[in-house]
């Protein structure tokens, strides 16, 4: 299969503005595109037709051109993770026919129906159940068609590689392309009514028992993989359109500061800059990147340092917290009388765990490209919403303040998605389309925005800080009678995952606009059958809550390291306490097999050898070696890991050497590209457990770049990586994208417990706390 | 003040107008049209627009147009579909990356070293990506793909 993104075949150069914009209508965006099954049979302009989208028709989510090609309009995109391909697979499947002549067109809100963006790893779970219902329907359409046509009765007819014919009898038969292309379905099926990650379809045809599947579960290559590495593939960062400028942000050094003054003056030697300033929203616009880039660098702006700042620092950050007052407080679980148990407890234990704010990162700050102009909107953008980045545009130029847009047009809207660098939940792609739609919208042309690297670290939106108390009670006979997990730190939302209000994002903020948080925690997510536990959580407000560089939102496994870092390291210690081995101690205490049989997939891996105390092993060159383990759940998926670490204690570099994985994500769609989604997990959580940490004083952020926010590089990845996948066929596939982050943390945590009989209860392990810890012990 | 300026980049004279101290990098993205070099920090601390000059990986965006004095290889010349670098054959067989954004770093970083020696251990390989970053976290497959490489390219 090959993923086309329409505007790359002509490039959106050549198809005018108004074509780009015709027909929109008030309920459904209608846009004039080609059909791709068009694209070479007809003129441009007698092509040019309105795409109309409704999820109760087939049309809306599959054609098949002349040629026999089949495409899925689909309304999520790829991150990288090979989704698009998963779902080109289902397509292939239920249409029976071979995966390579279909194509995928992604996330263009104008030609694909809004399935929520790139969402919690539902890519293939959720919006792929909706193409299997309408590949299924749209098989049996043509099977009845071809029904018709052969004078074959439908329950003689079967379909071979996108062929209808008579069972075991080639000589009648009809192909997809003949019965039905160019030419609509035309054909409803039955669809929920919702948009987003719930939409969901269904058919009077009956999807394939997954015993049958011939190429879902098959390791089908990513396509997209080729023009990328062949530097073919256009990124977001490669749209160029008639008449674009480029734009840069101009940022403060302290966080929150006001504008007082702005000196035009002091750029006016570049050529053709314009200064957008509103509010604090300060921007440059030039012909040329490079003018531009200068330009914010020398455009003198004079900042107040009014409210600015923050109540607390990095460095006291977690005696903050456990002071602050909590703005919500919520049992989430309780079971049994966990009171009691400790009451009645011969002994407990208690301990500690702390997580500091993280940031996104990306490879590169934010890009988009905006063209505002009259009463339309079109957006190129990498965001994971691209849906809600359209909206939210809309929202943002409709909406009046500071004596603006009073009589603001009613914005028909576009809104494209392109490939850009990794984004791992709510990033900072949405915050650089809106900066990018304001300065479009006050210069009147197109603009490019690129965020510069310090913005990326500082101004995207931050994974949140937490401290987590974990309580055990001890029985008289040495079991847990009680257990009792409370987080309490940032919420996981202050700014939403959607980029669809001016609340949202911080060109909104800049603005004007008040931001909205909202109070969404997490707790663990196992099996463990204790008698008596209660799981809760305190959610603390913002630290600012306007334009925050602290501003937190959802990074990859929203506050799924942070927590079972504590609750997997805790399961640890009551292991230990209660003199078991760490794998028996879990194995006596899931109540789901599955999760059994990946901690003992995991184990097996690893070559487990039971130990009920660190064991403190050194190798010839006096290195600590250890192996820990830990395991979760998440919606459905289930891993457990061990991790291998080498730790040299006299330079504190904590090495993880080894990790093995057990990994059950319910029906596999494509194992290749299922274990290169893993490796990744694993090894961008490792380096979120060693070396990432938001440092912050009162006044700012003090990281901008690469050396103050350090990631994990070459030297430190493993040697190895081992997966034992387990297939479950009955089951749906439960989403890949995120789950075994949440196991990277304590795995390496206990394992470093093995090595040095050492616990460190404060993430990251940095070379320093390594040092610390061992030296204290 | 705008100075005129001759490169040759993947084989090809051009000649343009910019900035003596603006970078490489944006007289190749913008005036060149190339995809492959691409802006990830402009601090040579990631090597997202890695090209190789005179045979070495060097930092488009700190190199200034004014230093270029011979050919300079990016990633969009350095193979075909038809008939691709061993180094880019490699990361395609192996799906080394995920979004890709970061991955002409490594592939001009990997090639640049293994053109000159492919008898690489894996100890000498680390070493010569440090500095290069995967936000993605695809080391272990981008490892792989340039032990593959290697491979090949003794042969
Ligand atoms: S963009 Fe040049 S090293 Fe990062
Ligand atoms: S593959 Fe995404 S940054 Fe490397």
């Known amino acids: 299969m090959t993923t086309k993104h329409l505007q790359d075949k002509d490039g959106l150069v050549s198809v005018t503005r108004r074509d780009l914009l015709k027909g929109t209508s008030a309920l459904i965006i209608g846009v004039a595109v080609p059909p791709l099954a068009t694209i070479s049979s007809a003129t441009a302009e007698a092509s040019v037709v309105t795409r109309t989208l409704n999820p109760a028709q087939l049309d809306t989510w599959l054609a098949i051109a002349a040629d026999g090609r089949v495409t899925g309009y689909w309304g999520k995109m790829d991150m990288g993770q090979g989704v698009d391909t998963a779902i080109a697979q289902i397509i292939a499947e239920e249409l029976d026919i071979d995966v390579d002549i279909v194509d995928i067109i992604a996330g263009d809100s104008a030609l694909c129906a809004d399935q929520g963006g790139a969402s919690g790893s539902t890519g293939v779970n959720l919006s792929g159940a909706a193409f299997r219902a309408a590949a299924a329907e749209a098989r049996l359409v043509l099977l009845e068609k071809g029904s018709v046509e052969l004078g074959v009765p439908l329950e003689q007819l079967t379909v071979s590689d996108g062929v209808v014919h008579r069972i075991g009898d080639r000589t009648q038969a009809i192909s997809y392309a003949e019965l039905v292309a160019d030419r609509m379905f035309n054909e409803p099926i039955s669809w929920n009514g919702r948009y987003g990650n719930s939409l969901a379809l269904e058919g009077r045809a009956k999807p394939k028992d997954p015993q049958d599947y011939r190429v879902v579960g098959t390791s089908v290559r990513r396509k997209d993989i080729a023009g990328k590495i062949l530097a073919t593939t256009e990124f977001l960062h490669d749209v160029r359109v008639p008449g ?65 700042g923050f109540p607390t620092t990095s460095d006291e950050l977690f005696d903050w917290i456990r002071a602050a007052e909590p703005g919500e407080s919520v049992v989430e679980e309780n079971i049994g ?23 996104h990162a990306r490879m590169a700050g934010a890009a988009s490209v905006a063209d505002v102009r009259d009463d339309a909107i079109v957006v190129w953008t990498d965001s994971q919403k691209p849906y809600d980045t359209g909206k939210g545009a809309k929202v943002l130029l409709e909406t009046p303040i500071n004596g603006r847009r009073k009589n603001a047009p009613d914005y ?64 008289g006979s040495g079991n847990v009678a009680g257990y009792h997990f409370h987080i309490k730190g940032f919420s996981r939302a202050d700014q939403n995952s959607r980029e669809n209000a001016p609340s949202e994002v911080l060109a909104g903020h800049l603005i004007g606009h008040s931001n909205t948080p909202e109070w ?52 640890d210690e009551m292991a230990f306490a209660t003199e078991t081995d760490p794998l028996e101690f879990r194995l006596g205490l899931v109540t789901d097999p599955r999760d059994a049989a990946v901690l003992e997939a995991a184990a097996d891996l690893a070559g487990w050898e039971p130990h009920a105390s660190a064991r403190r092993r050194r190798d010839a060159n006096g290195n600590y070696v250890g192996h820990g383990i830990a395991y979760a759940t998440r919606n459905g998926s289930v891993n457990a890991l061990v991790a291998e670490v080498e730790v040299d204690p006299n330079t504190g570099r904590l090495w993880v050497r080894r990790m093995f994985v057990g990994a059950d994500h319910g029906l596999i769609i494509n194992p290749f590209t299922l274990d290169r989604v893993i490796e990744g997990n694993l090894i961008q959580a490792t380096s979120r457990t060693l070396f990432e940490e938001v440092k912050f004083n009162r006044k700012m952020v003090e990281i901008s770049d690469w050396v103050s926010y350090p990631i994990l590089e070459a030297a430190d990845a493993p040697l190895e990586i081992k997966i034992r996948k387990i297939n479950r066929p ?48 | 003040m705008n100075k005129t300026f001759t490169i040759t980049v993947d084989g090809v004279e051009h000649t343009l107008s910019a900035d003596p101290t603006m970078p490489l990098l944006y007289a190749l993205r913008n005036d060149l049209g190339k995809k492959g070099p691409k802006f990830g920090c402009g601090l040579a601390q990631c090597g997202a ?30 193979g075909t579909a038809d008939n691709p670098h061993p180094v880019q054959q490699a990361f ?53 793909a340039i032990k593959r490489a290697a491979g090949q390219m003794r042969s």
Request: charged share 25%; hydrophobic share 40%; aromatic share 8%.
């Open chain 1, 520 to 571: 969404r925690m997490q707790t663990p997510a196992e099996s463990y059958g204790f008698p008596n536990k209660r799981y809760s959580w305190d959610a603390l407000a913002p630290l600012r809550q306007q334009a925050s560089p602290l501003r937190t939102a959802h990074f990859r496994d929203p506050y799924g390291p942070e927590v079972h870092f504590a609750s997997e390291s805790f399961i």
């Open chain 1, 244 to 308: 674009m400028l480029h734009g840069r942000m101009v940022r403060p050094d302290v966080a929150g500061a006001r504008v007082v003054s702005v000196d035009e003056a002091s750029v006016e030697h570049i050529p053709d800059v314009q200064v957008v300033v509103e509010n604090d929203f300060v921007g440059v616009v030039a012909p040329s990147e490079w003018d531009a880039i200068r330009a914010s660098k020398q455009l003198k702006v004079e900042w107040d340092d009014g409210d600015s």
């Open chain 2, 49 to 78: 627009c890695t090209v190789i000059h005179e045979g070495t990986a060097v930092r488009s965006c700190v190199f200034p147009v004014a230093a270029v004095t011979g050919n300079v290889r990016t990633l969009d010349g350095l």
């Open chain 1, 730 to 777: 009955e089951l749906d596939p439960r989403g890949a994208g995120e789950p075994t982050t949440r196991v990277v943390p304590a795995a390496i945590a206990n394992a470093f417990f093995d090595a040095t009989g050492v616990r460190v209860r404060r993430a990251p392990f940095t070379r320093e706390r390594v040092k610390a810890a061992l030296q204290s012990a």
């Open chain 1, 337 to 359: 009388n966990v009171d009691a148990a400790f009451d009645g407890a011969a002994r407990t234990i208690v301990a500690e765990f702390e997580w500091p704010f993280q940031s």
């Open chain 1, 412 to 475: 028909s809207v576009r809104s494209i998605w392109k490939p850009g660098p990794g984004s791992y939940g709510r990033s900072d792609a949405g915050d650089g389309a809106m900066d990018a739609v304001l300065l479009s919208e006050a210069v009147g042309a197109p603009v490019r925005v690129q965020w510069m690297r310090n913005e990326g670290h500082a101004w995207d939106p931050k994974g949140p800080a937490s401290v987590v108390t974990c309580r055990a009670a001890i029985d």
């Open chain 2, 92 to 144: 395609i067989e192996e799906e080394a990356g995920q979004c890709e954004y970061c991955i002409g770093g490594w592939i001009m970083t990997a090639t640049a070293l293994l053109e000159k020696d492919p008898d690489r251990s894996d100890s000498e390989i680390r070493e010569a990506l440090a500095g290069l970053k995967c936000r993605c976290g695809t080391h272990m497959a981008i490892l792989r």
